[in-house]
């Protein structure tokens, strides 16, 4: 089965940039992917941010960019702030209805 | 305003079928553009998607616990019914319902954990 790969963790200096990558074990990820991008902090549902590779959801600040960078698709933080500090997870449509989460980046802002 | 909210037992015992149900508001779950998915969160680590449902009422499942899902609409009722057969202590987990629009999902659900133990 096709796995979804994600960076583990992730830090970053408050203000700084930092691109999470989202990318899978075999193969390259395009926008027929339709990759989208949702942060999670603890005891909360997910939240989305992107969606279709580059598209923000509605209020998601504009600190937030998606996009496909080589082989893998990206979300980009510029401007990190102190309640950045989530869980984002990446999730990818493999096509006839199903779709494969990656395994979470756990960002620290620091 | 889009909601949904997952309802079910807060505990099942190993062996037994679990049944979750996914009540929404704010759209139809006739509308062509959406579906309803259900997504799992053990405690502690990542999210797994696990079972959809288009407008048309086609179903799709993960491939690695096809055997034990079965996912169902009434639209009358606004409401998405899953269930999980033969239940083990390692689907302890927080079971999240979301919209999917197009290809992404939102809003999600509030979430609902259950654990299984005897």
């Known amino acids: 089965q096709t796995v979804v790969t994600q960076e583990p963790s992730f830090s970053v200096s408050p203000g700084g940039t930092v691109t999470l990558t989202c990318g899978l074990s075999?193969?390259?990820?395009?926008?027929?992917?339709?990759p989208s991008w949702y942060q999670q902090t603890p005891g909360q549902a997910p939240r989305t941010l992107i969606y279709s590779t580059n598209t923000r959801s509605s209020g998601v600040p504009d600190r937030f960019s998606g996009s496909i960078l080589g082989n893998k698709a990206a979300l980009t933080i510029t401007g990190a702030q102190a309640d950045d500090e989530s869980d984002y997870y990446c999730v990818l449509y493999m096509g006839s209805g199903n779709w494969v989460f990656g395994g979470g980046t756990k960002l620290t802002v620091l | 305003q889009v909601t949904l909210k997952e309802s079910g037992p807060v505990l099942v015992k190993p062996t037994e079928t679990l049944t979750l149900t996914c009540t929404v508001s704010?759209?139809?779950?006739?509308?062509?553009?959406?579906?309803v998915s259900w997504i799992r969160q053990p405690p502690g680590k990542a999210l797994e998607w696990l079972a959809h449902i288009f407008s048309n009422d086609e179903k799709s499942y993960s491939t690695s616990l096809k055997s034990r899902l079965t996912i169902s609409k009434d639209t009358s009722k606004s409401q998405v019914v899953l269930t999980m057969t033969n239940m083990d202590p390692v689907d302890t987990a927080t079971y999240y319902c979301a919209r999917m629009l197009y290809n992404w999902f939102d809003p999600w659900g509030q979430g609902t954990l259950v654990t299984v133990s005897s």
């Open positions: 704010g759209f139809s779950l006739s509308n062509a553009r959406m579906g």
């Open positions: 075999s193969g390259s990820v395009s926008t027929s992917y339709y």
